[in-house]
């Protein structure tokens, strides 16, 4: 076919709508495309640029060569109607390295950025490991400091992040900045070892420090890459100075467990005797992973074990409240006459025995802790703080274990310290029924009084049936009164259960000195066991008790709604103190009595977390005091008056924070606005009022 044959078959297939340009050059028919692109009269809608388009797409450089000759455009404006990327873009993706070639002949623009991704060539060259294609931008002057607008990326980052070595010497022996995105930090992240050397041995060297939060050295030894903290280290990082969470790098890698760290680190002889802020040292970083080898290691290199922090803990305290048994048995071997050290309200013993496993136990009774030893001034013995242990599922068996070893080896079943007198106290506050029948089968008395005159059934009560039959306390025991005046039926409604209420009542009635005197039986404050129940919460925890049952019933008996109880100098209603326990609202409209006299009608201040009351054991609410000498020892607003009983005298006790929220409303019983019928009070409905 000649040439003229050839043109009048175009034109025919471009009149049916053929895409003509895009066909001849897919096939590569070169003296098709040079047709159409000379006449421009036959082919109006075609131009030398897209005919470009489709070669590089189609790696067609010879058609290529021919629309660049023809005057394509080699760097098009970009726009989503017709160029999204460029034709130096396209080929770059596609590792064309001879296309490439050609477009920098012809000046194509090495610096533009792709519209989609806001990529340069030399990015996206870069990010696939094109090197002779980086080569080839480099030498055509493409910017290796342009950053990829989408994600804030250099060149020298995109490269160090990927491990591209070679990449990476090209990219600084055109002076790619070193710190710009801080390419060391990713390159030690990715553990791209090579790649770190070629950057510390650049001139001039990156910023050592330079991270994302982290610095190289620390996101090194938390992946644990050892050869990248040598080459850092070696580099001249400051050891002294701190690298992440206020740590040094050596107390970083003991934190995370870099074993292979910590001797590196020592040779460069950091400060061993560092505190932070609140006196913690390396030896305080030590955990449950923790190796006995690391410990000797900065033991021997100067690491003082009986340093403490502000608390008065050593590193034996961090092992044991980590459960690590062997760092444990090593410290216990190096700090003989440390482990009766009081810290606070007990020892390090004492922590074992409450939270560690029998073996942990076991070691440091061996090592000489005394299992009967009580702190001066108030503090629980071992066995008591056994009996605070968990007993959730498995757990159960753990603290039997513990409690039998102790008892087994010397530890003295009536002894104790503290507001509660001994471990059967204990136990029937928080632990098992089967934790409170190994005690009394160890003989345990279960008459004996605690600071506060409460005996074991007085607690007992809080717990439930259950615990209350293992117990099963005696008829004198359930009508003792404590130094509170409460007998075991004030404890026994904020069970919430009513058969054991009932149970203590028969109990109550039995007593030749206490038949039918139940409902005169109030405290000293003149609380009812109604005044008690209507705080609704359980002891030790933060739950909130379905206490409905417990005031029907207890309504039912003749308690009367509107006798009145002081605390604080104030009397107040058991519906008073539903409403500032912030009760349900089927609970205050129970209390409610029928003269509506309710004075207290703001709900205290909640608090969230672990804050009970050192008195009742109940969750604080509203007005608290808190002792400024001990950790975690607060009043609630009824037992504030007892101090004297609760704590010690020389003890401050301030009030810890408002009684009352900011913007605290006031309780409005819904039956002020029944339409009709109402037996306390019929009103027309506020817009605005509220309903609880």
Request: a negative charge.
């Amino acid at each position: 076919m000649n040439m003229s044959e050839l043109k009048r078959g175009l034109c025919r297939r471009c009149k049916k709508g053929t895409k003509t340009l895009l066909a001849a050059v897919r096939e590569g028919h070169k003296e098709c495309v040079q047709i159409i692109l000379a006449d421009h009269e036959r082919f109006p809608v075609f131009d030398a640029t897209k005919a470009l388009g489709y070669a590089v797409r189609y790696n067609q450089i010879e058609i290529a060569r021919l629309a660049l000759e023809e005057g394509a455009n080699p760097s098009p404006k970009l726009d989503v109607e017709t160029w999204e990327t460029s034709p130096l873009h396209y080929a770059t993706d596609k590792g064309n390295l001879e296309m490439v070639k050609l477009l920098l002949e012809f000046k194509a623009d090495v610096d533009q950025l792709d519209l989609c991704t806001r990529m340069t060539p030399l990015s996206i060259a870069t990010e696939l490991g094109h090197t002779e294609i980086v080569r080839c931008l480099l030498e055509s002057e493409a910017d290796v400091n342009l950053e990829r607008y989408a994600y804030d990326e250099a060149p020298l980052h995109v490269a160090t992040r990927l491990g591209h070595l070679e990449i990476t010497r090209l990219l600084l022996s055109r002076g790619a900045d070193v710190d710009i995105h801080c390419p060391l930090y990713f390159a030690c992240k990715d553990n791209h070892v090579e790649v770190v050397r070629v950057l510390l041995a650049n001139t001039p060297k990156p910023d050592l420090y330079l991270g994302e939060q982290e610095q190289p050295l620390s996101i090194a030894i938390y992946h644990g890459y050892i050869e990248i903290v040598d080459l850092l280290l070696k580099a001249g990082v400051d050891i002294n100075r701190e690298c992440q969470d206020s740590c040094t790098p050596l107390e970083w890698a003991v934190k995370h467990n870099c074993e292979g760290a910590v001797p590196l680190i020592l040779e460069y002889q950091p400060k061993l005797d560092r505190k932070c802020s609140s006196g913690i040292g390396v030896l305080h970083f030590i955990n449950q992973k923790t190796k006995v080898a690391t410990v000797k290691h900065l033991i021997r290199c100067g690491a003082n074990p009986k340093d403490a922090n502000k608390k008065g803990e050593c590193a034996i305290w961090v092992a044991v409240r980590a459960n690590n048994e062997l760092v444990t048995e090593y410290l216990a071997s190096v700090l003989i006459g440390q482990l009766n050290k009081v810290v606070g309200e007990g020892t390090v013993f004492h922590i074992a025995c409450r939270y560690g496993s029998l073996n942990m136990v076991r070691i440091l009774a061996e090592a000489g802790a005394d299992v009967n030893f009580a702190a001066p001034g108030g503090g629980e013995t071992p066995l008591q703080a056994a009996c605070g242990r968990e007993v959730d599922g498995s757990k159960l068996n753990d603290t039997l274990e513990v409690i039998r070893y102790l008892i087994h080896n010397g530890a003295r079943v009536n002894d104790g310290g503290g507001n509660l007198r001994s471990p059967l106290h204990k136990a029937c506050l928080s632990s098992a029924p089967e934790v409170i029948k190994l005690l009394l089968a160890e003989g345990a008395d279960a008459d004996c009084k605690d600071s506060v005159g409460r005996t074991p059934a007085h607690l007992i009560c809080y717990r439930g049936l259950e615990h209350y039959r293992e117990l099963s306390p005696s008829e004198n025991a359930l009508v003792a009164r404590d130094s509170m005046g409460r007998t075991a039926l004030h404890y026994a409604v904020l069970s919430g259960d009513v058969e054991l209420v009932e149970e203590v009542l028969e109990g109550h009635k039995q007593h030749p000195d206490y038949q039918d005197t139940y409902l005169g039986l109030v405290d000293k404050d003149g609380w009812t066991p109604l005044h008690w129940a209507a705080r609704c919460v359980s002891p030790l925890t933060d739950h909130w008790i379905d206490m409905v049952p417990m005031i029907e019933y207890l309504v039912e008996l003749g308690y009367d709604l509107a006798a009145k109880g002081k605390a604080r100098d104030t009397e107040w209603m058991s519906v008073e103190v539903a409403i500032y326990h912030d009760a349900d609202q089927d609970v205050k409209e129970r209390l409610v009595p029928d003269d509506l006299e309710v004075n207290q009608l703001l709900p205290g201040t909640k608090f969230k977390g672990s804050f009970f009351c050192g008195g009742c054991f109940l969750p604080v609410v509203g007005f608290i005091m808190e002792c400024q000498v001990c950790d975690n020892f607060w009043l609630c607003f009824k037992c504030q008056a007892y101090r004297e009983f609760l704590h010690p005298a020389g003890h401050k006790l301030e009030q810890f924070s408002d009684e009352y929220d900011w913007g605290a409303k006031e309780w409005v019983p819904v039956e002020r606005y029944s339409p009709c019928g109402s037996p306390i009070l019929s009103l027309e409905l506020p817009a605005d009022a509220p309903l609880a």
